[in-house]
């Protein structure tokens, strides 16, 4: 009688990003299949300091969370900014996808995306100096994720003052 | 791919959709895209824009005539806030050509058929109004549309039918009036008097028991709670005095109204109501929430009134939007900014106005609660200098009325608020409220003051809301939430449990078995015995009280350390708690331990029941224990048993869902053996097998469903067996001491009583029977059975 109008039913906030897990075991078709299928969700830009029962009280305003992985520095074992949600329900996850992405825990705009399944090793940064990649490189001053990025506090400390 | 990782910008995206490159699908999807879009921004009319489109669909029609039929159904069903551009189009291609013009009302009847069927009312409400604003465009005659209307209202006549059908029936003329009140009144006054007099007849006999129970203030001022149908009565009725005038809709027909008088009209074809089946889920009445009127939006357009039927169709159409566009919260914020015709009201504070009826709709909101907190935070940053204000009005407004206010709204308010705050920094004028500062505490302001900052905190930390609030909210503070060791060195060591609480505590450090552990335990003497039985089994609360203070003590760090502690001492745990005394007891530890971090209570008990350690009935038998009475009135209560109910009811679900499976997966195994016909004897043999087994599997899993519901009922039964007994027990004293019965205890109690049958509804609706056989019977005070009655007036 009537069709299912695609131009109605947009539901971008729950698709699929760009962003493929590089060291993911399988090809590119499975992890794809994973990722639609996903209770899990990675969050990212968190505070170092943001504790798991803010996450736990964040998320679960869109369901039960069925457990929290705090990502950790892989040298130092303490939070370095991100961590994964895994819900009971698909749906749930959903839901955070549309109403919790983009919005501030702990005073910082969050990120969400779907992941394909907590694996043990996954919870640790994969950055040089242990915390996450983003925190090497980047440039500006962020207190809540110990400063300036690793690169540039190794070059600030190489800089001596001028003597004469 | 790269490895970049998500930047900031990108706030959930739109996908790369690949086109196919066959031609008829992408024509097909072009001729959706125009048809969807035609009403939204452009540069050019909407007038033009109209002609244009059905210029192309005319062109179109010999070849996509059967799509476009479907296009436009779909269209009419959902997006009703877009109706009169749709009946506009179809006025044009009516008049360009007939024949299309009845297929197309022959369709949308049999989509109106098909969606009664489906139990789909709110989308029939929606095709009804099409139609009728067909009229306007000359699509319709007129007369067959009263014959229609005629025919929805005589479902009032019906004998033993539930209420809320012919409510319904009423509620769609009802609600095209607006539409096409005039239309209709032209060319038959006299036929739509009659309709109006049996409406009004109706209306008036009707039973409106339900009403209390959806309000969200008890309160008649400022703004009554009025039911919805008497609010639209009274709304039509001005309409009608005011000669059917109505300036607001939108009527892009009008301007066609040349082309359009030439074209022919159809008549509708003749169509019955479907008789009412036992099966059928009619809409359940609604309660028109208001906050505001003329008098707070200072300056600029002003509010039409409460019976003004404006009124009506702008929060009809701004409902309609957020149906839509709820998944897209940008999408959502922008299209109700753009309300045609804004310009004439003051957009924001109906746009507040219809967000909130919505977050605060008794049984429930439409959508998740959250959906609300983030469309107005976003619908903040595309109004920056304006919807803050007026959001911070509503919220000043709905603190001043918290003492009316029902108290499952109260939540919801006191949710939304400080998820709202924790988005902006927590800025607020908290000296605003420094009345409530001088409140008892357990009065609703200063309680939802309390309880705000509580949420507060646990989307950020302590000391946060210590700085936030002035000194002078000292009080209101929460507690901070750290544990609270018995066994502790220095206040601890002279109790009875002490010794085997470090003996214990070494133990675990030490990574001893379980074993080792409960022979450790057994050193625990138990206050209850007198003589030193050998029974390990016997109910030994001082060893529960030893074990688990100490190991969640160990476990205290975070949430992840305290599961991983259940879960290594399961064994234990199950051990101590076989008994429902045991279970009682270890609720009342994580009660007594984590007493200032209700939130770490309530993870901690949803992790013992899914892990069997408690059962449901337990927790409900320990929250509504005398032990727990002093904290009866506090939100996470209420959490966390709203949250053990449905983790049975989705216990129950699920287990039905596998039995449903195997049933499904037998009927297939059966048709499949019995199509085959002669086959080999070996085959059939491992069939007949496999059918054994599954049948074996059927049967366990239906006895698994039954305990299951068992379980299930007893739990209602629990819950409101304790909920009488407490309000019993309330209503007596206050009558032997002719005292008055409302106090802040009493409201919290009984509109807690009200929301486990709203929030439940679906669920208990299967064991009337038992509830009124043995709990809510003529005896009971008729406090209590009022909220019974009321909920079974709601005919859910």
Not at chain 1, 7 to 17: F, K, N, Q
Not at chain 2, 612 to 632: G, K, P, R, T, Y
Request: net charge negative.
């Amino acid at each position: 009688m009537s069709v299912k109008l695609s131009a109605l039913t947009s539901d971008s906030y729950i698709e699929i990003s760009q962003y493929r897990d590089q060291h993911f075991k399988g090809n590119r078709y499975e992890q794809e299949k994973l990722l639609k299928q996903s209770n899990t969700l990675y969050v990212g830009n968190l505070s170092f300091y943001t504790t798991e029962e803010q996450v736990h009280e964040l998320f679960s305003k869109c369901g039960d969370v069925k457990r929290i992985i705090i990502g950790l520095d892989k040298i130092k074992k303490t939070a370095c900014g991100f961590c994964f949600v895994e819900y009971y329900t698909r749906g749930d996850a959903e839901n955070a996808m549309r109403f919790v992405n983009g919005t501030r825990l702990d005073d910082r705009i969050i990120r969400t995306d779907w992941d394909a399944g907590f694996k043990e090793g996954r919870q640790y940064g994969r950055g040089k100096s242990g915390g996450q990649v983003r925190d090497e490189y980047r440039q500006d001053y962020d207190p809540a994720r110990g400063g300036y990025g690793k690169l540039a506090q190794q070059h600030r400390s190489t800089e001596r003052p001028n003597s004469f | 791919m790269s490895r970049r990782r998500h930047s900031d910008e990108n706030d959930g995206g739109q996908a790369h959709k690949r086109r196919r490159t066959s031609e008829p699908i992408e024509i097909e999807d072009r001729l959706e895209s125009l048809i969807c879009r035609v009403g939204e921004k452009s540069t050019s009319s909407l007038e033009s824009n109209l002609e244009g489109l059905a210029g192309v669909l005319e062109a179109d029609l010999p070849n996509y005539k059967n799509k476009i039929l479907r296009i436009l159904c779909s269209v009419a069903r959902l997006l009703p806030e877009k109706l009169t551009v749709y009946t506009t189009l179809v006025g044009l291609l009516n008049a360009r050509n007939y024949n299309f013009g009845g297929e197309f009302v022959e369709a949308m009847i049999r989509q109106l058929k098909e969606t009664l069927k489906n139990n789909l009312y709110n989308e029939a409400v929606y095709l009804v109004r099409f139609l009728s604003d067909l009229v306007n465009c000359h699509v319709i005659a007129a007369p067959s549309m009263v014959v229609l209307f005629e025919n929805f209202v005589s479902v009032t006549q019906e004998e033993d039918v539930p209420q809320v059908r012919s409510d319904w029936f009423v509620y769609v003329v009802l609600s095209c009036l607006p539409w096409v009140g005039k239309e209709l009144y032209e060319k038959k006054d006299v036929e739509m008097d009659r309709l109006l007099g049996q409406i009004e007849g109706y209306l008036k006999r009707r039973v409106k028991t339900h009403v209390p129970m959806l309000q969200v203030w008890t309160a008649e001022k400022p703004h009554p709670q009025e039911e919805y149908l008497d609010c639209l009565w009274a709304q039509i009725q001005k309409l009608k005095k005011d000669r059917w005038q109505e300036r607001h809709i939108l009527r892009p027909y009008i301007a066609f109204d040349s082309v359009l008088c030439e074209a022919l009209q159809h008549n509708l074809p003749p169509f019955t109501p479907p008789g009412h089946m036992p099966d059928a889920q009619y809409p359940i009445p609604r309660v028109i929430f208001r906050m505001f009127d003329y008098t707070d939006a200072p300056e600029g357009p002003v509010m039409p009134g409460s019976h003004s039927v404006e009124r009506f169709v702008i929060e009809e159409n701004l409902h309609c939007i957020m149906k839509t566009h709820w998944r897209e919260r940008k999408t959502c914020a922008a299209q109700l900014l753009s309300y045609p015709g804004k310009n004439k009201i003051p957009l924001n504070y109906h746009i507040v106005e219809v967000i909130f009826g919505e977050l605060f709709q008794l049984p429930m909101p439409p959508q998740i609660d959250v959906m609300y907190t983030t469309l107005l935070i976003e619908l903040c940053k595309l109004q920056p200098g304006s919807l803050p204000q007026v959001l911070a009005q509503a919220t000043e407004m709905l603190y001043m009325r918290l003492d009316t206010m029902n108290t499952t709204c109260i939540d919801r308010f006191i949710n939304w608020f400080a998820h709202h705050l924790s988005n902006f920094q927590f800025r607020w004028s908290w000296d605003d409220w420094a009345d409530c500062l001088t409140m008892d505490l357990d009065k609703p302001k200063p309680k939802f003051v309390k309880e705000v900052l509580e949420k507060s905190m646990r989307l950020s930390y302590h000391q946060r809301i210590v700085d936030i609030v002035p000194p002078t909210f000292s009080a209101l503070i929460p507690a901070d939430p750290i544990f609270s060791f018995k066994y502790d060195d220095e206040s601890g060591s002279s109790l009875p449990g002490y010794p085997v609480s470090v003996l214990v505590s070494n133990a675990i450090k030490n990574r001893a078995s379980n074993e080792e552990i409960l022979t450790i335990l057994k050193e625990v003497p138990n206050p209850n015995q007198e003589e030193d039985d050998d029974e390990g089994e016997t109910f030994n609360p001082l060893k529960i009280d030893v074990f688990l203070q100490t190991l969640l003590h160990l476990a205290a760090k975070s949430f992840s350390h305290s599961f991983s502690a259940l879960g290594k001492f399961h064994e234990i745990l199950k051990a101590l708690t076989e008994s429902d005394d045991g279970k009682l007891h270890i609720l009342k530890v994580v009660y007594e331990v984590w007493r200032n971090h209700p939130q770490m209570i309530a993870v901690l008990v949803d992790k013992m029941i899914r892990t069997q350690i408690v059962d449901c009935a337990a927790v409900a038998n320990w929250l509504f224990s005398q032990d727990m009475a002093h904290e009866f009135t506090r939100l996470f209560i209420w959490e966390i048993l709203h949250s053990t109910i449905r983790k049975m009811n989705k216990h129950v679900q699920k287990i039905q869902k596998e039995l449903e499976e195997a049933k499904e997966k037998l009927e297939k195994q059966q048709h499949k053996r019995r199509d085959s016909g002669d086959d080999e004897d070996m085959e059939k043999n491992s069939e007949e097998d496999d059918e054994g087994q599954l049948e074996e599997q059927i049967e366990r899993l239906q006895e698994k469903v039954e305990s299951a519901q068992s379980e299930q009922k007893n739990l209602f039964l629990v819950i409101f067996q304790r909920f009488i007994m407490l309000l019993t027990e309330h209503l007596v004293r206050c009558e032997t001491g002719s005292v008055d019965i409302s106090t802040p205890w009493y409201k919290n109690c009984i509109e807690r009583l009200q929301q486990v049958f709203l929030m439940h509804h679906g669920t208990i609706q299967q064991y009337m029977g038992t509830l009124e056989n043995l709990l809510f019977t003529a005896e009971l005070d008729h406090h209590i059975l009022a909220v019974y009655q009321q909920f079974c007036a709601l005919q859910l």
